[in-house]
Structure formats: structure tokens, C-alpha cells
């Protein structure tokens, strides 16, 4: 499949179709660093049944390199909230990427559901070497204690070493989900940075 994953919203209308399923959830308020160093812009609210986050920002790396990182299960997984978890791999064949993970949270009370990743490859202008990714994830199964979690990612090819990439996550859960969706982003940015880098990822203290 020539196919491609995605988590952001464009500021403007794109010029490319974007595979049903793999759609921004909407218009990204964040925006991309002006300087264009390796940082991320965040903003979040409250809607009136879900908490949302959109985020814009930078990965000095190729493309490449940063949608694998966006295929590691480390990488991607909310480790300050997530006591274990496992992993099922294509689990949607409709895209180039898809795996499902499993999460259990251990609490005053266990709490267990899965998110279905969803990645695929866009070739916009092959001819220019222009490419995007773009991906979803969402909650499928699990407690109803949460009763949505869905995010959109895009990833842009600036150039050969520098890719951008916008973020937009809603949430309905207990527990103040706007403030855990804010770490969420920034530490995911920072562990596709220590990816990318050949790093080990940066340990975050557990939630309380």
C-alpha cells in the first residue's frame, strides 16, 4: 500500500485528499514555531462534553525517521498515566500502519481499554518529493469510565531533514483530561525527538 498516517489539522484547506479514517478532527489553533526550531505550541479547552488539544511543532529529522517513531509502542504510549499494556499489530488492513493497544491502569480501581492506531503514506507531488502522513487514533473498547478518546496527526516533509507535524485530541474522561492531553502532546514530542536521535526516552514521573 502506498498509503499514509497522520495525527494534525491544517490551518488551511489541504491540497490533498486525506483516506477516510485518517481525517483531522478540525482546523488546528496551534501554531507552527516561526524560527522553526525543534519545539511545540500548544492550546487546549473545553467543549462542552470533551476536552480537546491541538499542537503544532517540529522534529528535526526526515520524515521517515519520525513516522517510525510514531509506530513505537513506547513512543506513543502514555506512560505516566498506563501501568501495562500489549500490543496487536494490523489489525485494519485498510492502511499502510495499524495496531491496536491493549492499556490497563492500576488505581483505586483496575481500569482496562484499547486504542486502534491507523497510519498511512500520502505522496502529494512525487515528482517534488513532497510527502505527508497522516494517522488516528481512538479508543474502540474498553471501560466506560472514558467514554472518548480520538486524536488526528499529520506529518508534513519541510525537507530532507526537518518534518512538521499538527496534533488535534479530544477527550471525555474523569480526572482533569485537559491537563493529562497537554503532557501527553509535549511528551510525545519529546520522545519522537529522543527517536529520532538514537536516545533513550526521557522517564516521566507517574501521575497521581
Request: hydrophobic share 40%; glycine share 4%; charged share 30%.
Amino acid at each position: 500500500m502506498t498509503t499514509l498516517l497522520a495525527v494534525l489539522a491544517c490551518t488551511a484547506e489541504p491540497d490533498f485528499v486525506v483516506p477516510e479514517g485518517l481525517e483531522a478532527l478540525e482546523d488546528n489553533l496551534a501554531t507552527l514555531p516561526a524560527d522553526g526550531s525543534e519545539t511545540l505550541d500548544v492550546v487546549s479547552g473545553q467543549a462542552d462534553d470533551y476536552a480537546w488539544v491541538h499542537a503544532m511543532g517540529y522534529v528535526h529529522a526526515p520524515i521517515e525517521d519520525v513516522w517510525a517513531a510514531l509506530q513505537d509502542t513506547d513512543v506513543v504510549m502514555d506512560r505516566r498515566a498506563i501501568t501495562s499494556w500489549s500490543r496487536v499489530d494490523d489489525t485494519n488492513a485498510d492502511y499502510d500502519v495499524s495496531f491496536t493497544l491493549h492499556h490497563v491502569v492500576e488505581d483505586i480501581i483496575t481500569v482496562e481499554y484499547d486504542l486502534e492506531w491507523r497510519e498511512s503514506l500520502l505522496l502529494i507531488t512525487p515528482e517534488e518529493g513532497e510527502e505527508v502522513v497522516a494517522c488516528r487514533y481512538e479508543k474502540v473498547d474498553g471501560t466506560e469510565l472514558i467514554a472518548l478518546i480520538v486524536g488526528s496527526l499529520l506529518l508534513h516533509k519541510v525537507d530532507e531533514q526537518t518534518t512538521s507535524l499538527e496534533l488535534v485530541e479530544h477527550m471525555a474522561a474523569p480526572q482533569d483530561p485537559e491537563d493529562r492531553m497537554v503532557r501527553y502532546v509535549e511528551d510525545l514530542h519529546l520522545d519522537m525527538v529522543a527517536f529520532v536521535n538514537g536516545d533513550d526516552l526521557p522517564d516521566y514521573p507517574e501521575e497521581e
